[in-house]
């Protein structure tokens, strides 16, 4: 890595220290390495002899290679065909990347061991974030893994799995009357006043440094080729952003063809809480805050995303799209795609499974393209969206 | 594979055909291989081009090799340093293995991955199985993903979380007022019936065979080595007769030095229902049924396994031993798990961090042992216990 840029201004920011956003312009930072330099110590066959965690990118993740990263075997997900749901929904190559298959059961692994373990090799004692549900569980877990104190903020609302995992992992877990911007705002003051450092979405450069791993070992298993479409259920959308930064990168690297197009990125969000979606139509290049948000998928409830300009701007340049699907619908949707694959995922995964119908009725998608599904996370953590 | 043979009678059985358990006496079968035949065809370092999942030991499993298994991505879960908890209890090598990170988040994924490719391969219709918890919401999703109808009997107290898996991957769950074993009955009388086949723990004889690649796994994440004792919290007890088992198999395959020595295998269960444990120190070779079982750690609920000669045989053999914990002292002992490593286990692996504790007071087991603890499933699925 060879340090921190500003997404929006391009400010430059060192990386040896802890750093928070922009120091210029508040907005997310990213981190930069030299691809020259991983290109010439590293080839994508050497990679076949290493273990199947994220960490098998070593050289394109921010820790020193000299420091034992805050591990829980994450990463390594399988991805798997989906022909039933396929068949059913009208697609030739309709695949899945089961996120649940990770240490705290959803994608939120691979940021919190990325942005856990670069906190902690900088000197952080304490780590806080609010969290809509999966988050708060990951950064529990890694924060008892790197023996770090760890506070959450979560919604009254969230699902009682979430708080439970939190709690028993030893967090200290704060429930607030709103929704994960109140939890993000009561987050931020206790911070400054208690010296915990914030690990909140895209408020550190290191949770989308874990995330876009997703994109990598995507290439890896579709033997060093990209999918034609990547339907991703949208949040905080640093997988979005991320896997699109991994694209880049490997093509910089050479391990994708350089002149490979990128998937176009769908972004799917619930109707309750649909900022992106709504900012995407409009033609904006910020997202809408909805007044009221609501959805049973807890994880896309995040209805003022600090990185929506990246978002918005990721879906625009690989031509892809954003939709919103309601809750009765991406139930149901869940409910099939357990059916028909055996897969018991997180609602937000059956949003994508009902946003491909939408998607395949209205032209956008075609039945010979090659389709990528991530489900987040498992349903076992939702059973109130079931059982109810 | 060239065969089945009863682990009891050792009268032989035809693999071309469902069997279920042996003609002769109703013992398991177990399947036998032409180890010589294997070692020519596959080497240790063959393995390491292969992806992670258990299909990886394909030499070492029943389905004929150019036969899609129904597979969900399942084995190649995590062996991990356990330092903080080490210290806490007082042992300097403590690993666990963490089989919450499989597809429906047990380790009874890797049984269902194995016996439903057979049954499927073989030509059952449907299956049908009871389940004190993890595992009707395994063969539930491996059905589903197989295509084939499924049929669980679960006892009204099982966890909530067991029956919504269950339901949501389509299976037909009937609860009944009574055991496991109550179900079992009520399994094999409507299998008869209506021609379910009975995929029961060790009534057919390929889940054992895919739980056996635990031990498989376990030798090759330890450089082709093996612990001094393992712990394994037992309930029908097929993955301690099935990594025994492949603990064998890999030193006839000379994958394991010939004059290795095998673990000391130790059968953890509950007070409330300690049928193996009662039966090991009593000094029989068979178990001894308690009268009202009953544990929170709805897995250790199986008051009469079927497997018990074989278990008894195998622990004794191993130089092994067999012990007791109460629900109190389990549920507190997960507990510590979580806060101390940030991996919140279903309530079985407490009963194992619990059974180290007395083992050192008893000097059953010595501070500087390598132990390994097999992690069986995620907390995730026992809210019930922890939020009461």
């Known amino acids: 890595m060879t340090g921190l840029r500003c997404t929006e201004c391009a400010a430059e920011h060192e990386a040896n220290q802890l750093q928070t956003v922009c120091r210029e312009c508040s907005m997310p930072l990213v981190a930069t390495y030299d691809l020259q330099a991983v290109s010439r110590a590293v080839t994508r066959d050497d990679l076949r002899h290493r273990d199947s965690t994220l960490w098998r990118f070593r050289e394109m993740l921010p ?10 075997g994450e990463g390594g997900t399988p991805l798997l065909e989906l022909p039933t749901l396929g068949r059913n929904l009208g697609l030739h190559r309709l695949l899945g990347k089961n996120e649940a298959l990770n240490p705290t059961a959803s994608f939120k692994d691979r940021g919190m061991t990325a942005a856990v373990s670069m906190a902690r090799a900088l000197g952080a004692s304490s780590l806080a974030a609010p969290s809509a ?8 877990a890694y924060g008892a893994r790197a023996g770090l104190p760890v506070h959450i903020a979560m919604p009254v609302d969230v699902p009682s799995a979430n708080q439970l995992e939190a709690q028993m992992c030893g967090a200290n877990v704060t429930l607030i009357d709103g929704t994960i911007a109140d939890c993000g705002r009561w987050i931020g003051e206790r911070a400054k006043s208690e010296g915990w450092f914030d690990v909140s979405t895209l408020k550190e450069p290191y949770r989308v440094e874990g995330k876009k791993t997703m994109g990598y070992e995507l290439a890896e298993q579709l033997g060093w080729t990209l999918p034609d479409v990547i339907l991703y259920p949208t949040g905080g959308g640093t997988g979005l952003v991320g896997m699109a930064k991994a694209f880049e990168e490997m093509r910089e690297l050479g391990w994708l063809d350089r002149s ?14 649909a900022p992106v979606v709504d900012g995407f139509l409009a033609g904006s290049d910020r997202g809408v805050v909805p007044e009221a948000p609501h959805t049973c998928a807890s994880g896309l409830r995040v209805p003022g995303p600090i990185g929506d300009r990246w978002m918005l ?10 939709i919103a699907i309601d809750d009765d619908t991406l139930l149901e949707a869940t409910r099939q795609l357990a059916r028909d694959e055996g897969i018991f ?11 491909c119908r939408q998607l395949l009725k209205s032209g956008e998608l075609r039945a010979d393209e090659q389709v990528v599904l991530f489900l987040t996370g498992s349903g076992l953590k939702y059973s109130e969206c079931f059982e109810a």
Chains 1, 2 share one sequence.
């Not at 490979?260 to 809480?273: E, F, I, K």
């Open 345 to 355: 995922a997180a609602p937000e995964a059956g949003a994508l499974v009902a946003a």
């Open 313 to 322: 701007r990721t879906i625009r340049e690989t031509g892809g799209t954003a």
């Open 133 to 140: 549900g999966n988050a708060g569980g990951a950064l529990a």
């Open 63 to 72: 820790l020193d290679t000299d420091l034992d990263p805050v591990t829980l």
């Open 260 to 273: 490979a197009r990128l998937p176009r990125m769908v972004a799917v969000q619930a109707t309750g809480c």
